[in-house]
């Protein structure tokens, strides 16, 4: 089965740094592309970054500059480590896969149980 277990949320001031790593299994990670999104508080989901099965990655406006993607095929993990830290950044963060489906010839997106990001003084 197809498993996403994010980790390294937590409390820290503005300006801080934290790495939040996403743990995969159940599927061929390295031919997948992989994603995170977030949770504000009052807000809808968002994508928050993403990178190709080769390396391409994009980012939302709110977040370039600051934030990286990031992943090691070898150990089916994908990173995002994270600058800069603002009270806006505050969320609950999710790793996301979308992974097709050949024998029912639909794609389904995967998600983790999310690890939470508060950033306040």
């Given at each position: 089965q197809v498993q996403l277990v994010e980790s390294g949320g937590g409390l820290v001031q503005p300006g801080s740094t934290l790495k939040l790593s996403c743990a995969t299994s159940g599927f061929t990670f390295s031919?997948?592309?992989?994603?995170?999104?977030?949770?504000?508080?009052?807000?809808e989901r968002e994508l928050v970054a993403a990178i190709t099965s080769?390396?391409?990655?994009?980012?939302?406006?709110?977040?370039?500059?600051?934030?990286t993607i990031s992943r090691d095929n070898a150990k089916n993990m994908v990173y995002l480590q994270m600058n800069s830290l603002k009270p806006e950044d505050t969320g609950v963060y999710y790793c996301n896969a979308a992974i097709?489906?050949?024998?029912?010839?639909?794609?389904?997106?995967?998600?983790?149980?999310?690890?939470?990001?508060?950033?306040?003084s």
């Open positions: 031919k997948h592309p992989m994603r995170w999104y977030r949770q504000r508080p009052g807000m080769s390396g391409s990655t994009n980012y939302a406006d709110s977040v370039k500059g600051r934030f097709f489906d050949r024998t029912a010839i639909a794609t389904n997106d995967y998600w983790g149980q999310g690890t939470k990001v508060t950033v306040s």
